[in-house]
């Protein structure tokens, strides 16, 4: 079963533009991951976010986590062909083991 | 700083045989976790290990098993291959807390 859930599952951009997606989740959390996955090959690290921060930027990257709804985005500023890949959230559930649970996915296209 | 490598890369394997996926961990990390990916699907946990002890399981039935060796590299190992096995393998190493590394995967065809 899917712990996270990410919106849009497609999102199609011209180059320049910024792209948004959000991640609602279920249960109580340490943490929450965004990854990066292209042609169906092995996931890229992002960003981390803990569950007492609210918001951090990494390059052109920006994450906020609000847990009082569940739920993260992520924002790409001026996108770029490169940035064409699927992008999903993962959160570190509070409790035993460190699991880290993946949602669906969002393919962003990002148009030259 | 090496990153994690799987092996091998792409497999293809007859139903009801067994098949044997191997990971090493990056340098530093001591949990190594395996998921299975399904074609448009997000990544589903199999299991976690720690320090060599699964730590952790997901849905998935016995005959999905796995080691980890003193020096953290894993192996997932899988009996009785079905077709609804075909899929994308992926391993990753962390250190407790932090992201996940992750390896290029192992595509399993079963047939």
């Known amino acids: 079963s899917q712990q996270g859930e990410e919106d849009p599952q497609a999102l199609s951009i011209q180059e320049g533009e910024n792209a948004t997606m959000n991640c609602s989740y279920k249960?109580?959390?340490?943490?929450l991951q965004w990854y990066r996955q292209n042609s169906g090959r092995g996931l890229v690290h992002l960003i981390l976010?803990?569950?007492?921060?609210r918001e951090k930027h990494s390059g052109r990257l920006r994450v906020t986590l609000d847990t009082s709804k569940k739920s993260s985005s992520l924002l790409i500023t001026a996108s770029r062909a490169a940035d064409t890949a699927s992008y999903f959230c993962?959160?570190?559930?509070?409790?035993?083991?460190?699991?880290?649970?993946f949602g669906t996915g969002t393919k962003l296209q990002v148009i030259p | 700083e090496t990153g994690v490598t799987q092996s091998p890369t792409h497999l293809i394997k007859t139903r009801g045989q067994q098949v044997t996926l191997r990971c090493s961990s990056q340098?530093?990390?001591?949990?190594v976790s395996w998921y299975q990916q399904a074609l448009g699907q997000g990544p589903q946990f199999i299991f976690q290990?720690?320090?060599?002890?699964?730590?952790g399981r997901g849905n998935f039935p016995p005959r999905f098993s796995g080691l980890q060796f003193p020096n953290y590299s894993s192996e997932l190992n899988v009996n009785a291959l079905e077709l609804d096995d075909s899929a994308l393998y992926l391993c990753?190493?962390?250190?407790?807390?932090?992201?996940?590394?992750f390896g290029s995967g192992t595509r399993l065809t079963v047939v």
């Open positions: 249960t109580s959390i340490n943490n």
């Open positions: 976010i803990r569950s007492n921060e």
């Open positions: 290990y720690y320090r060599e002890e699964e730590n």
């Open positions: 990753a190493s962390s250190y407790p807390g932090d992201g996940y590394t």
């Open positions: 993962a959160t570190d559930v509070t409790g035993g083991y460190q699991k880290v649970t």
């Open positions: 340098s530093g990390h001591n949990t």
